[in-house]
């Protein structure tokens, strides 16, 4: 999904499944949302959040399992030319 918001805001969000029906523990879950503010003409400013989740997570050579969920928070300037 796509909104143009007021005042120069831009909202994009996006959620992806991929769902492996031979082994559920496999399926995965991939979330976006990120807010675009034009800070003056060619520059805006980006904001990120995005979660990221695996059912049903393996360790690697004996290591601790990881967390099945996953968040970040990102920030950024873009510029167009």
Do not use: C, Q
């Amino acid at each position: 999904l796509s909104f143009d918001l007021p005042r120069d805001v831009d909202l994009d969000l996006d959620y992806s499944l991929t769902l492996v029906v031979t082994d559920l523990g496999k399926t995965s879950h991939n979330t976006s949302a990120i807010m675009s503010f034009e800070i003056w003409d060619p520059v805006e400013l980006d904001i990120g959040a995005f979660w990221d989740r695996i059912e049903s997570p393996e360790s690697v050579d004996g290591s601790d399992r990881p967390e099945k969920d996953d968040f970040r928070l990102t920030v950024g300037l873009s510029i167009d030319f």
